[in-house]
């Protein structure tokens, strides 16, 4: 049987094999290809860009925690101190009752009026302020800006700034006390070999005893310091001396010197005396000169005792032993700390063979100086050869001693053995006044002196940063509780078509407008009086010490008319401030400021202090007012004196009784009760561009 296969149409079987065609392979074209590139690369630009933003984020929430984290261990220090002061808030203290001292000094910037290196007094929108030809950049500053848009004495900022440095604010005030702590000794560096109440002879160290370069330092603690708190401002140095050891210009590092009261330390000096023997040089003397060192050459001593303080942290003071002829370095204790002279950094500045100068002011502007007055290093004999520096002329007219560079020469005198390194020098200032500024060199990390400064110095050479409590500090604002201080409050009155009032804001002393709305009855704008009705809607303010005069000097700055160093307009301003206790210093006894003569306008200084003050000055045997004789007050007659009105001017000479308060020859210059004082931080992250801002409180009940 046959079995017919047909060829044409059906299935073939299956094990058939038939040529077939090649399977045509697809494949991406080139404009596929570029297609796909680019919306990769999106994809990835959009995930790199996430990934960005959470890094950015994180990062700036790490930046804000630090600085958070940084703010509150500030404030957490600062209120413990506070809290710790050893001393009754009521001028003035008897030395015999051990309770040590507070000082608050208040410069004269202020919120609207923060920094030297921002004034623009001809209204030009470029800072006047320069040293060796450096000013703040303000096309390239990081510092934050207002939105004002304007400098401090002007209305305008220079074109193509970028800030105005308006965020800046007080940063020169100076806060200093003793405070004991029981449970948290203070710690710190002293000298070693050290014996603390000896139950035995002492043990007399090599005389002479080695030189203070061989000296080394370990750490003690003690219950009771001297603590002092202060900002210094980043300076503007020229680019071809920079140290890079500086931040952004303007902005400013918080410091806080912690010394420690330590007068049972002895250290058991062999010291020749004048009879022939040898003595012991007892307790509480950490340091005896070497006897090349005269009783004239005050800077000489003085030189010791910066090198001292720079190397240890002992609250010490400078004593000329005429049993050694010596100069001794002498730790503190509480009673000597209520006396003015022994404290840190009150060295009463002085030139060459002068005794220190009543009323010995730890920051001064001083008066009297010239561009062209000069100043000189004079460096501690044991550490450095060749003792006295080159001139550096840094005072700039109007006593301001500022900048860094000022000579195009940072370097060190030539004399300066290079294998030591040199400490912080005493700076000698030869001023045409008996006003002393304050000048102090800064060192970097070398040692090396790059400028000077009118406020606290802080630590240098190889010792620089170990005060430093924090950076990129913005404002360090310190006031004072003042129960009458008057906040005014105004209607406005609105110029124009709609001639609509409407609530104005309420002022304190120390806001901007404030000296205005009191002097004119109104708010000014651009120096027309745009406002009216002002009235003090409350009374009880924190403020800054002599405010009303803060607020003056910035008005006489911008055109207000001096009168008895009060701007026209005084009379409403004195009727305001009413029994305001801190907004005029009427004390001139105090020394802290001055003038030719009683008849004169005064002087004031720039600075403004409250200070626990002390008694002894009524009967130490010095005349420190220059009047009357040595300690007419406690005399027991009845002196014949020139008593002053509010302005410190003398009106009629009086014989009221024996020993009356007129008679006294000093006086604190704020004789009242310092019932709560206030500390204000403000801080500035870099990278996040936040600001950040505490406020410590502490209240003093009189004990």
Known sequence: MTTLISTHGGTPPANSR??????????????EMLVALAISLLLMAAVVSVFANVSGSVANRRSSIEMISQLR??????????????????????????????????????????????????????????????????????????????????????????????????????????????????????????????PQAPTFLPSPPRAFSEWESVEYSSSIAEIAWFAFENPVESPEFATGEFGEPGMRSIHRRVLLVAPSLDYSFAIPNVNGGTDASGPGVVRVLRNNVEVTEVDEALAALIAFQELYDLSVHLEWRPEWERWAIVANSLRDLTKRENRFEHFGYVGAA????????????????????????????ELVSGNNGTPFSAIAPGGDVAGFAATGDPVAPASVDPTLTPVRPFVEVRPSDAQFATARAVTNRSGVVVGMTTGLAPLGGARRGEDVVMTDVLAFDLKVLD?????????????????????????EP??????????????????????????????????????????????????????????????RLLSLIGDSEYALRSELRSGM??????????????YRVYDTWSTHYENNGIDEDGRYGVDQGTNGLDDLVLYTNDAGVGTEAFAIGPDDSGEKETSPPYDTRLRAMQVKVRAY?????????????QGYVPR
Request: aromatic share 8%; proline share 7%.
């Open 354 to 381: 002068l005794p220190q100068r009543f009323p010995f002011a730890a920051v001064s502007s001083g008066a009297g100086y010239s561009g062209t007055t000069g100043a000189r290093y004079v460096y501690d004999a």
């Open 510 to 571: 120390g806001d901007r407008g404030w000296g205005d709305a009191v002097r004119t009855g109104g708010w000014r704008q651009n120096g027309s009086p745009v406002g009216q009705a002002v009235t003090v809607a409350s009374r009880g303010a924190y403020v800054d010490l002599g405010y009303a005069t803060l607020h003056d000097s910035f008005m006489r700055r911008n055109g207000g008319v001096a009168v008895w160093g009060l701007t026209a307009g005084s009379d």
């Open 483 to 507: 129960t009458q201080a008057p906040v005014v409050a105004s209607i406005n009155v609105l110029d124009g078509p709609q001639q609509a009032d409407f609530p104005g804001v309420v002022l």
């Open 593 to 606: 400021r001055m003038g030719a003569n009683l008849t004169d306008p005064l002087v004031f200084d720039q």
């Open 73 to 198: 261990h500030v404030r957490n220090l600062l209120q413990a101190d506070l809290a710790a002061a050893t001393c009754p808030m009521i001028p003035s203290q008897r030395p015999e009752w051990g309770h040590g001292y507070l000082e608050i000094i208040e410069g004269p910037r202020c919120d609207f009026d923060p920094s030297l290196w921002l004034i623009d007094e001809n209204d030009d929108g470029l800072p006047d302020f320069s040293i060796a030809g450096e000013t703040i950049d303000l096309a390239a500053s990081l510092l934050p800006s207002s939105d004002l848009a304007q400098l401090p004495g002007s209305n305008s900022v220079q074109p193509g700034a970028v800030t105005d440095g308006g965020a800046l604010g007080d940063a020169d005030d100076t806060l200093m006390l003793t405070v004991r702590n029981d449970q948290s000794p203070y710690r710190g560096r002293i000298p070693a070999n050290v014996v603390e109440n000896p």
């Open 18 to 31: 038939q040529p077939s065609q090649s399977r045509r392979k697809h494949a991406f074209t080139l404009v």
């Open 685 to 697: 992250e870099l990278d996040s561009r936040q600001i950040r801002e505490v406020t410590v409180r």
